[in-house]
């Protein structure tokens, strides 16, 4: 089966779900159990001989470990196993790739589906295997596509530069959000620019996946007979169903919500009606909304993605496909507390906030919130340590908890999108959708044309080093490489990122490690909030061949220190 498995220049050169449900028999053909097979040209026999070979091996050692298997090395590809029920699923990528990103990949893929499609057994009694054949590949395309390579090491999520952006605008952007969220419908939102977040309230797992349906909307839209735009400065609306589990959505409602300003889109029982609207410029807005001496007040953040898509805001009927037992949603009553502000700063664990009985939203059941994927991950024939479980939020498919379905309401205005996560009856509430989208229609003109005038900054020569810096908490990465690393120098940089990365994945204690050949050296950091990786260019290195304090390799973390401060990041 090795033979025919070459490496594929690609992050990921294989992916399949299999259905082990319909293969019981010794004669039920193994090509029945396949509900999706990447790359789509492979012949069907290649396809029945991985699928059954390795579906055949993670039961065997599933059952003789007593655990979970969660990856699998063959001579040229290791693959990252996903088990749950009668599914299978499994990503191959090539051996250079970290075990880590090859993992997080595959949780991001599921999670992905999940979160658009709802539960994978439900989605499959419900749709054709073809349709959800192209959502697949369609996910997959997005996961792989316009990164840098150390983009896909760190599974990082793409944000505007701040450096060439004034505060101001971030602040700004953090504004719509806050008047947004004053109507009760509205959970959390984040904002776009091209494809890159600029302010967002909720966790970085959860903005990825809004991305997708942001980058799909947009590409849609530009094709010659996509829909057009209600206007130059009105921009276009649209909306789908989407799916969170109840540790997504307990973290989105974990902190209590301004009461004194909230929107009377949804009128509280016990609370006078205001004749206030949601700010319809940022220079409406009450300058003491947001107390900074109140701790009850919500904090400003800013890094999110928005979405857009449709004509006008007009209220739609569609129910959304699964209610998991929660029937029915009351638009009156005591709207749920969700001013939350996922800065990134934070632990997002969700404990903060408890639903209390006197609320009536249907959103608040379901069961248990889970820690995180369960289980220990048993690996066959590979060196590599399985990753720790992921966050809340990146592999919610492994746990045992129904899915609650929302709306995704997306507002586009040119390269600017406005992405919100509503409750399902916001679609019928004409005066909310009004509410939000006249309040906020200035504002993102605005913010979309200062955005615009900004010019990304043309990427300088080679520098005198190289380095690359990923915030754990935020998921995002600060790095002085152009795109992708074609030349031998970033090559070398990236292929030592990676070791390196894969490391410190693997030994929890190990917080300093460099890596070097004849003539090179990579110095890599690490704490519970970031990892660092520096390199030198330009200088001689002494390299005696053995590990010597007088090397020029031991060197690299007082420079690092030095050289990093410049660009934000503090080692010391």
Same mark, same amino acid.
């Given at each position: 089966?090795?033979?025919?498995?070459?490496?594929?220049?690609?992050?990921?050169?294989?992916?399949?779900?299999?259905?082990?449900?319909?293969?019981?028999?010794?004669?039920?053909?193994?090509?029945?159990?396949?509900?999706?097979?990447?790359?789509?040209?492979?012949?069907?026999?290649?396809?029945?001989?991985?699928?059954?070979?390795?579906?055949?091996?993670?039961?065997?050692?599933?059952?003789?470990?007593?655990?979970?298997?969660?990856?699998?090395?063959?001579?040229?590809?290791?693959?990252?196993?996903?088990?749950?029920?009668?599914?299978?699923?499994?990503?191959?990528?090539?051996?250079?790739?970290?075990?880590?990103?090859?993992?997080?990949?595959?949780?991001?893929?599921?999670?992905?589906?999940?979160?658009?499609?709802?539960?994978?057994?439900?989605?499959?009694?419900?749709?054709?295997?073809?349709?959800?054949?192209?959502?697949?590949?369609?996910?997959?395309?997005?996961?792989?596509?316009?990164?840098?390579?150390?983009?896909?090491?760190?599974?990082?999520? *793409?944000?505007?530069?701040?450096?060439?952006?004034?505060?101001?605008?971030?602040?700004?952007?953090?504004?719509?959000?806050?008047?947004?969220?004053?109507?009760?419908?509205?959970?959390?939102?984040?904002?776009?620019?091209?494809?890159?977040?600029?302010?967002?309230?909720?966790?970085?797992?959860?903005?990825?996946?809004?991305?997708?349906?942001?980058?799909?909307?947009?590409?849609?839209?530009?094709?010659?007979?996509?829909?057009?735009?209600?206007?130059?400065?009105?921009?276009?609306?649209?909306?789908?169903?989407?799916?969170? =589990?109840?540790?997504?959505?307990?973290?989105?409602?974990?902190?209590?919500?301004?009461?004194?300003?909230?929107?009377?889109?949804?009128?509280?029982?016990?609370?006078?009606?205001?004749?206030?609207?949601?700010?319809?410029?940022?220079?409406?807005?009450?300058?003491?909304?947001?107390?900074?001496?109140?701790?009850?007040?919500?904090?400003?953040?800013?890094?999110?993605?928005?979405?857009? +898509?449709?004509?006008?805001?007009?209220?739609?009927?569609?129910?959304?496909?699964? +209610?998991?037992?929660?029937?029915?949603?009351?638009?009156?009553?005591?709207?749920?507390? *969700?001013?939350?502000?996922?800065?990134?700063?934070?632990?997002?664990?969700?404990?903060?906030?408890?639903?209390?009985?006197?609320?009536?939203?249907?959103?608040?059941?379901?069961?248990?919130?889970?820690?995180?994927?369960?289980?220990?991950?048993?690996?066959?024939?590979?060196?590599?340590?399985?990753?720790?479980?992921?966050?809340?939020?990146?592999?919610?498919?492994?746990?045992?908890?129904?899915?609650?379905?929302?709306?995704?309401?997306?507002?586009?205005?040119?390269?600017?999108?406005?992405?919100?996560?509503?409750?399902?009856?916001?679609?019928?509430?004409?005066?909310?959708?009004?509410?939000?989208?006249? +309040?906020?229609?200035?504002?993102?003109?605005?913010?979309?044309?200062?955005?615009?005038?900004?010019?990304?900054?043309?990427?300088?020569?080679?520098?005198?080093?190289?380095?690359?810096?990923?915030?754990?908490?935020?998921?995002?990465?600060?790095?002085?490489?152009?795109?992708?690393?074609?030349?031998?120098?970033?090559?070398?940089?990236?292929?030592?990122?990676?070791?390196?990365?894969?490391?410190?994945?693997?030994?929890?204690?190990?917080?300093?490690?460099?890596?070097?050949?004849?003539?090179?050296?990579?110095?890599? =950091?690490?704490?519970?909030?970031?990892?660092?990786?520096?390199?030198?260019?330009?200088?001689?290195?002494?390299?005696?061949?053995?590990?010597?304090?007088?090397?020029?390799?031991?060197?690299?973390?007082?420079?690092?220190?030095?050289?990093?401060?410049?660009?934000?990041?503090?080692?010391?």
């Amino acid at each position: 089966m090795a033979e025919f498995l070459q490496p594929d220049s690609r992050r990921c050169s294989y992916f399949f779900l299999y259905d082990g449900s319909k293969v019981r028999g010794e004669g039920d053909p193994t090509r029945d159990g396949i509900c999706y097979f990447y790359p789509e040209e492979t012949p069907l026999d290649k396809q029945e001989l991985l699928c059954g070979q390795l579906a055949g091996v993670a039961r065997c050692v599933s059952e003789l470990s007593s655990s979970p298997v969660r990856t699998l090395r063959l001579r040229r590809i290791k693959f990252s196993i996903h088990m749950k029920d009668d599914f299978l699923w499994a990503l191959g990528c090539s051996m250079d790739v970290p075990t880590v990103s090859v993992c997080e990949l595959l949780d991001q893929l599921i999670s992905l589906f999940c979160f658009y499609s709802g539960p994978v057994r439900h989605s499959y009694q419900l749709n054709s295997q073809r349709t959800l054949a192209e959502r697949w590949a369609r996910y997959l395309s997005h996961l792989q596509l316009g990164s840098s390579a150390l983009h896909h090491i760190f599974s990082s999520l *793409r944000t505007i530069d701040s450096t060439n952006v004034d505060p101001l605008l971030l602040l700004k952007a953090a504004l719509i959000l806050q008047a947004c969220q004053r109507c009760p419908l509205v959970l959390a939102g984040c904002i776009l620019f091209r494809g890159r977040v600029v302010s967002t309230q909720m966790t970085p797992e959860l903005t990825m996946k809004i991305m997708v349906y942001e980058s799909e909307t947009y590409s849609r839209a530009q094709r010659p007979n996509g829909p057009s735009s209600s206007g130059s400065s009105g921009g276009s609306v649209s909306s789908t169903n989407v799916f969170l =589990t109840p540790s997504e959505l307990q973290c989105l409602q974990s902190a209590p919500v301004d009461k004194d300003h909230s929107s009377p889109c949804t009128p509280r029982a016990d609370a006078p009606l205001k004749k206030t609207r949601l700010s319809r410029t940022l220079s409406d807005t009450p300058s003491s909304e947001s107390d900074p001496s109140d701790p009850n007040s919500p904090p400003v953040f800013s890094p999110a993605p928005s979405v857009s +898509s449709s004509d006008s805001p007009r209220p739609s009927s569609r129910s959304p496909p699964f +209610s998991n037992g929660q029937a029915s949603h009351e638009a009156e009553g005591e709207p749920l507390d *969700r001013s939350y502000y996922h800065s990134f700063h934070s632990n997002g664990d969700g404990a903060a906030g408890d639903s209390g009985p006197e609320r009536r939203s249907p959103l608040n059941g379901g069961g248990r919130t889970g820690a995180g994927a369960g289980g220990t991950g048993a690996e066959w024939r590979d060196g590599d340590r399985t990753p720790p479980p992921p966050p809340p939020g990146a592999s919610e498919t492994s746990r045992e908890e129904p899915l609650v379905p929302m709306t995704l309401y997306m507002h586009r205005v040119k390269g600017l999108v406005l992405a919100l996560l509503v409750e399902p009856p916001f679609l019928n509430d004409t005066a909310s959708m009004e509410e939000v989208y006249h +309040s906020s229609l200035a504002s993102l003109n605005g913010l979309e044309a200062h955005l615009r005038t900004i010019s990304p900054g043309a990427p300088g020569g080679r520098g005198p080093y190289v380095f690359a810096h990923f915030d754990l908490i935020q998921r995002t990465l600060t790095s002085n490489l152009s795109g992708r690393a074609g030349g031998a120098p970033e090559h070398s940089f990236v292929r030592a990122t990676s070791l390196l990365h894969s490391h410190f994945c693997n030994t929890e204690t190990l917080q300093e490690a460099i890596i070097r050949s004849a003539g090179e050296a990579v110095y890599g =950091t690490r704490s519970v909030a970031q990892e660092t990786y520096f390199q030198q260019h330009g200088v001689l290195l002494r390299n005696s061949g053995i590990p010597n304090h007088q090397d020029s390799a031991f060197s690299l973390p007082a420079k690092a220190r030095s050289r990093l401060l410049k660009h934000g990041v503090n080692l010391l």
